[in-house]
């Protein structure tokens, strides 16, 4: 099992990234905030899961571990496959995921390509006790403790997806600054705002 890769991005399509690993190029399916995010020639690290059927393999790829453990969840979903799991990840955040299942709601999953009224009121029963609960943020602001704990740790996750920490710190600073309160204390939500908005940022040119 191939459980994560850490290498040079040769190309980013939509919703799928070529790594080259030890001379190597991987071909991984990923969320499409991520895919849109990764530029060729940086070092990019994911954690992955394996996908094996009797013509393909197939390897998808998150920038968290959370991201990833609820897409294997969803796996077990009667009738969601890898494309549709993905796909749900592409919409929805960790947190969002969780409090749609918390709260009962198939909404949410039926608004994802692929993912009819049926899938979705499967996902919300079968996922059911199966994930961490959900951060209720939009309740009340975040502390500043939090929200700093929250800034270093979508910062971490920008580092270890290759990009210059300089970078990372002032974009997820100035990102927070401009997200509602919800966003900016939810870690996977920051990332994914964080990494649409260094996309261009990068290739403007900017470096740490």
Same mark, same amino acid.
Request: hydrophobic share 50%.
């Given at each position: ?33 991520? &895919? ?39 796996? =077990?979903? %009667? ?16 947190? $969002?995921?969780?409090? &749609? ?6 909404? @949410? ?7 009819? @009224? ?7 029963? =079968? ?13 009340? &602001? ?10 270093? =740790?979508? %910062? ?22 401009? &997200? ?7 870690? $996977? ?12 940022a990068r290739q403007g040119g900017t470096r740490g």
């Open positions: 099992m191939i459980s994560s890769l850490r290498g040079t991005v040769l190309h980013a399509a939509v919703d799928a990234v070529i790594v080259e690993v030890g001379g190597v190029g991987f071909h991984v399916a990923v969320p499409v905030d991520l &895919a849109r995010g990764a530029r060729s020639g940086e070092t990019l690290a994911l954690h992955t899961h394996l996908v094996v059927r009797e013509d393909a393999l197939a390897l998808f790829g998150f920038a968290t571990r959370e991201e990833l453990e609820v897409f294997v969840q969803l796996l =077990q979903v %009667t009738g969601v496959g890898p494309k549709s799991a993905l796909g749900v990840l592409s919409h929805l955040s960790v947190d $969002q995921i969780a409090a &749609a299942v918390a709260d009962d709601d198939d909404a @949410p999953f039926r608004k994802v390509s692929g993912i009819g @009224p049926k899938t979705a009121k499967l996902i919300v029963v =079968q996922l059911a006790g199966k994930l961490a609960p959900p951060a209720r943020a939009a309740a009340a &602001a975040p502390t500043r403790d939090a929200a700093a704990d929250v800034l270093a =740790q979508v %910062t971490q996750a920008l580092v270890g997806l290759g990009y210059p920490e300089k970078v990372a710190a002032e974009t997820v600073t100035m990102t927070a600054e401009s &997200a509602d309160d919800a966003t900016r204390a939810h870690t $996977q939500a920051l990332l994914r705002l964080t990494l649409a908005a260094l996309g261009p």
